[in-house]
């Protein structure tokens, strides 16, 4: 069982280049979401989905974009990167986005910008 | 504002017990979680907590006193594979998930 799956794992990225991190869940988990992770803070909620073909923006969205086209996939998208954006990005899912509402989590993907 | 509150980094003792506290302000409330992170890997879940009490798992208990906005985690019986950072994260009236910064756990033999 994979649970859920993050690409790239690490990346080197020039300003101002379009990045697209992918999240790919086999739970058939309806709530997914993109956070940052960054020293001496917490997660930050970047955007959120509550169901396929629904979007929502968390604490954190500019600079980013998000699409869920189905229940599996929910990539997040950099169009133009700064060196702001270097961060560790968690993609997590949950059944449901309210209730006990467990987050499964990625990996991660260690991105850096220069 | 809505903050959470937690130790940066505590120190421990193989064997020992070890209370990690969370204090939180939030708008509403709709549970608090706690989630271990060990360096480099993901966040994984450990307690829920929405009603006042103590829940127990195994050599991890959390505690929730909502009139305090306040919660624990009591570890037993360190082992060397709890060294880890603890997250703990509030879920507010909106259903959104706020964390704290995390406590750095670091067990010594």
């Known amino acids: 069982i994979a649970g859920i799956t993050q690409a790239p794992t690490s990346q080197i990225l020039a300003a101002g280049r379009r990045m697209t991190l992918r999240c790919t869940q086999d739970m058939r988990h309806n709530a997914m979401y993109w956070y940052r992770q960054d020293l001496g803070l917490g997660l930050r909620l970047i955007h959120y989905?509550?169901?396929?073909?629904?979007?929502g923006k968390g604490e954190v969205p500019d600079g980013y974009s998000v699409s869920r086209a189905n229940t599996d996939d929910f990539p997040l998208t950099l169009a133009s990167a700064v060196p702001s954006q270097t961060s560790v990005y968690f993609c997590?899912?949950?059944?449901?986005?309210?209730?006990?509402?467990?987050?499964?989590f990625g990996e991660g993907s260690r991105l850096t910008v220069l | 504002g809505q903050n959470i509150d937690q130790p940066t980094e505590m120190t421990a003792t193989e064997g020992a017990i070890v209370q990690i506290n969370c204090t939180y302000q939030t708008s509403g409330f709709n549970g608090l979680f706690w989630y271990q992170q060990h360096a480099g890997e993901a966040p994984t879940f450990l307690s829920y907590n929405v009603l006042d009490g103590l829940e127990e798992k195994g050599r991890f208990s959390s505690f929730l006193s909502r009139s305090k906005g306040y919660s624990y985690l009591l570890l037993k019986e360190l082992q060397m594979k709890d060294s880890a950072s603890y997250l703990c994260a509030v879920r507010d009236s909106n259903y959104q998930l706020i964390w704290g910064a995390g406590t750095k756990l670091i067990i010594k033999p």
């Open positions: 989905s509550n169901t396929a073909g629904t979007t």
């Open positions: 997590a899912s949950s059944e449901s986005g309210g209730g006990t509402g467990e987050l499964f």
